[in-house]
């Protein structure tokens, strides 16, 4: 009998969702585990599930196990072994009459989302369990998520994989190279404009991108303010933020913390510093990250860092700093 794993939703009525929640049960993100789903919406709008769930089963998905919907995140939450944490509100709505733009709009509504479903994640989720934030802020809403669910075996992240796979699609077509033969990623610091993403390090065809770039007034004025604006563009040109990339780069991060990283490789996940690159601790920062054998997961600890990339890093470290005071009083 194959193994089970169960997965947690939220947000599971939107279009990142209907994106991403076929893939779960595909067979191919977790391999042969049959797949428990646990789904959860607001209560305005869970009614929908019921749609979706008429969906997964007409698809017959070969291992898809148990579905469920509910509007309860607690009920949802036990024994869950994986969370993905798609719902939040999110920039460019309406919401009690004002259109929601600015970060610190979404700091505010956010938290308190986040401070209760880090309680029951932490009391009722697997103490192994693994937490992908999705909804943005993602990392502030993943320190606040963790903080509150006071489970240190528990893996918090926010998910930088969209940012990873831009790049590597904006790198990619500079040096006429496929997307698969870039590697080591690497996002620094936050989701968010101040984010860094690491050409220098980045290997196009096993060659480090500092000598396949040797240009870096276009990685400077092209490349990061392309990747650190891409999920505004998005927004401006559908009119909507990013769904079916959000969903993939999801299900990248799950297959990538659920795969033995590959040697000379990483994967760009937020997670909660151990003071790592003179990281303050406890801020939820991009790393380069590798899945162990084991299947634990580490931040890759050899990367040298240039003068340039340092003071970029800087200024999403300090952003972070400043997010976590703004939430302190949810702590």
């Known amino acids: 009998m194959s193994e089970s794993i169960k997965v947690v939703v939220t947000g599971a009525a939107g279009q990142i969702a209907y994106s991403l929640i076929p893939r779960l049960v595909d067979g191919n993100t977790f391999g042969n585990k049959v797949v428990n789903l646990a789904l959860v919406e607001i209560p305005q709008v869970v009614h929908k599930l019921e749609g979706l769930v008429m969906e997964l089963e007409d698809s017959y998905f070969p291992k898809m196990g148990e579905v469920s919907f509910t509007d309860n995140f607690k009920e949802a939450s036990k024994d869950a072994d994986w969370f993905l944490l798609v719902g939040s509100i999110p920039r460019g709505i309406v919401y009690n009459g004002k259109k929601i733009e600015e970060r610190s709009d979404l700091l505010s509504i956010n938290g308190g989302i986040f401070v209760e479903q880090g309680k029951a994640i932490g009391k009722y989720g697997k103490d192994d369990a693994k937490i992908l934030v999705v909804g943005n802020p993602a990392n502030t809403n993943a320190f606040i998520g963790k903080h509150a669910g006071c489970n240190d075996d528990q893996l918090w992240m926010a998910m930088t994989m969209l940012d990873s796979n831009r790049a590597k699609s904006i790198l990619a077509k500079k040096t006429n190279n496929s997307i698969s033969d870039i590697k080591n990623m690497i996002i620094w610091g936050n989701h968010s404009p101040t984010m860094y993403p690491d050409i220098e390090n980045a290997l196009v065809s096993g060659e480090l991108g500092s000598s396949a770039i040797n240009d870096m007034n276009w990685v400077e004025s092209e490349f990061l303010p392309t990747v650190q604006q891409?999920?505004?563009?998005?927004?401006?040109?559908?009119?909507?933020?990013?769904?079916?990339?959000?969903?993939?780069?999801?299900?990248?991060?799950?297959?990538?913390?659920?795969?033995?990283?590959?040697?000379?490789?990483?994967?760009?996940?937020?997670?909660?510093?151990?003071?790592?690159?003179?990281?303050?601790?406890?801020?939820?920062?991009?790393?380069?990250?590798?899945?162990?054998?084991?299947g634990k997961i580490e931040i890759k600890r050899d990367i040298a860092l240039s003068e340039f990339a340092k003071s970029k890093f800087k200024l999403s470290i300090d952003e972070l700093v400043s997010e976590r005071e703004a939430v302190k009083h949810l702590m």
């Open 230 to 294: 891409r999920g505004k563009a998005v927004i401006d040109a559908r009119g909507a933020s990013s769904a079916t990339s959000a969903a993939k780069a999801a299900i990248d991060t799950v297959i990538a913390c659920e795969t033995p990283t590959e040697e000379g490789d990483s994967f760009s996940a937020a997670i909660a510093s151990d003071g790592a690159y003179d990281v303050p601790e406890g801020l939820i920062c991009g790393y380069p990250l590798i899945c162990l054998d084991d």
